[in-house]
């Protein structure tokens, strides 16, 4: 099957973007101080959200395909939580967030957003992405459930920073999966309640 790249919007629309042709065969791994130096590259030269989104996502693909590190770069989840996250790259002052992250199946997320555009490639197991939209101009805090996505491995999905979404990993498995994130507004970081139209810092 070939992998699959998402774009997910503030307003709850998502649509599938066009598949990425290798262009050229790489036949050395793509470093991850090779990969950061490019995410620098376009993050100092493009402001816009869906566009940076748009640059990097070849970025991750070609990180997918040609760095078997990534594979194992990943913590075992724990038992209690059901999930964990290793942190790869993270440093002050600098707006990029790379994890690795790991949910035990069944586990699922609280239906939030992220308050910064992020990117979300799997590595292994299967998720559903419930995507969610505001409804209500009176409570900004309404949503309604929009629709799902089943990503597998090599599928690529990326968020404007008010895309509002809940994950769950599938099948019997862990879903181990690359998240990248801009600089979060963390006062502008919800989760949402869809029954009580609420909305707390998340």
């Known amino acids: 099957m070939i992998p699959q790249d998402w774009l997910v919007t503030d307003d709850g629309q998502y649509q599938a973007w066009s598949a990425i042709a290798e262009t050229e065969l790489f036949t050395n791994p793509y470093r991850l101080f ?87 490639a799997i590595i292994s197991g299967q998720e559903k992405n419930t995507i969610w939209k505001k409804v209500d101009p009176e409570n900004n805090d309404a949503i309604e459930k929009v629709g799902e996505l089943i990503l597998s491995p090599g599928d690529i999905i990326s968020f404007t920073p008010d895309a509002i979404h809940n994950v769950e990993a599938m099948g019997d498995e862990p879903t181990v999966s690359l998240n990248l994130y801009g600089e979060t507004d963390y006062d502008q970081r919800f989760e949402f309640d869809p029954i009580t139209c609420t909305a707390t810092n998340f």
Do not use: C, K, M
């Open 34 to 120: 090779r990969f950061l130096t490019n995410l620098e590259d376009i993050l100092q030269n493009i402001n816009d959200d869906s566009q940076r989104l748009q640059e990097i996502r070849p970025l991750v693909r070609r990180l997918l395909n040609y760095s078997e590190w990534l594979h194992y770069e990943y913590v075992e989840p724990n038992p209690d939580t059901g999930w964990s996250v290793l942190t790869l790259y993270d440093e002050p002052d600098f707006p990029l967030t790379v994890q690795t992250v790991v949910w035990l199946p069944g586990q699922a997320s609280p239906i939030h957003n992220h308050a910064t555009w992020g990117i979300v």
